[in-house]
């Protein structure tokens, strides 16, 4: 099987900064996407930014500028650098990759999700 593990996130004051990382570990053949998704109480799961194995990355329109996602392939890890944190970037940070790994003899894709990591911005 493939895990997820995330590691950052906590408590901060608006303006501040924080830096999360998820590292992938299993019976990886290889990873395409990897991102990380946020859900604050009360509302839907959203997209924060994501990250192929190329490096083309895409952002949700409300961190663009102020957070960046970045990739080491040869770890497995994703990480994200969070700058000028407001108050409504509080929310439970989820890690998700989308995997190919070995399945018997059969390399078959598998999109997995982290535990989650809660970042708390509060004045």
């Known amino acids: 099987q493939v895990q997820l593990v995330e590691s950052g996130g906590g408590l901060v004051q608006p303006g501040g900064s924080l830096s999360l990382s998820c590292a992938a570990s299993?019976?990886?053949?290889?990873?395409?996407?990897m991102g990380w998704y946020r859900q604050a109480p009360g509302k839907q799961r959203e997209l924060v930014a994501s990250?192929?194995?190329?490096?083309?990355?895409n952002y949700g329109d409300s961190v663009k500028g102020r957070f960046t996602i970045s990739r080491d392939n040869a770890k497995n890890t994703v990480y994200l650098q969070m700058n000028r944190l407001k108050p409504e970037d509080t929310a439970v940070y989820y890690c998700?990759?989308?995997?190919?790994?070995?399945?018997?003899?059969?390399?078959?894709?598998?999109?997995?999700w982290g535990q989650g990591t809660q970042v708390t911005v509060y004045s």
């Open positions: 299993g019976r990886i053949f290889s990873i395409n996407a």
């Open positions: 998700n990759a989308d995997v190919k790994r070995w399945y018997s003899a059969t390399l078959i894709s598998s999109n997995y």
């Open positions: 990250v192929v194995s190329g490096g083309e990355t």
